[in-house]
């Protein structure tokens, strides 16, 4: 599979053309599904679903001019013919995959079966923003309540050997200062990269390369002692 992990969807001139490079032709000739699951637990999670989808966020993805546009809602995938869904994932060219809340997103990847699915989609393209991003990881950590709080380390969907923590130093969003990462990305068994709104990040054929207008930091994970 090929990911473009984005902190704030595709926020400039170099992550639209890493996405173009990734798809292989023209957004106009490509189909692609919106996945808004992760929102629905914030307040007014509906609305924003709504606003992701009819391209009407602060997040560009929907409105980039797709060839067709549909809607992957996670939560019904299991009640469902399954034959259905997965073929429509088949057929897409993208896969834009919304923020919101990383755990609820987790928990619904695994059950829908779509988690299951994503490592034999070796052409797609997954276009995460956010907690769609952070989700990919093999571990990723957390505090929406209090920032001071320490990160809850969870287990991510593992299509990439990095974690990720998005909206670095954004004023929003004070658990992803600098400093915050840095003593989350000590907790944790990767590299963590601490991604700006205008930075992305490019994986294919297990290459990666920060895409960024902005500012990013790779953490390492500190030695564990014998």
Partial sequence: MKLLL???GIKN????NALLDLLGKPIAECNALCIPTAIYPFPSGP???YRFISGSTSN???ELGWKSLGVLELTALPSINKEYWVAAVQEADALLVYGGDV???SRWMRESGLADLLPSLHETVYVGVSAGSMVTAPVFGETYDDPEAPFVIDQGLGLVDFALVPH???GNHPESSAAKVERMAAEVPVPTYGIDDQTAIKVTG???EVVSEGHWELFRPEPRTP
Avoid: K
Wanted: proline share 5%.
């Fill in 6 to 8: 984005t902190s704030a």
């Fill in 13 to 16: 001139a170099s992550i639209h």
């Fill in 47 to 49: 609305a924003m679903a």
């Fill in 60 to 62: 560009p993805m929907s």
């Fill in 103 to 105: 755990w609820y997103l």
């Fill in 168 to 170: 670095l130093n954004h």
């Fill in 206 to 208: 297990g290459v990666v």
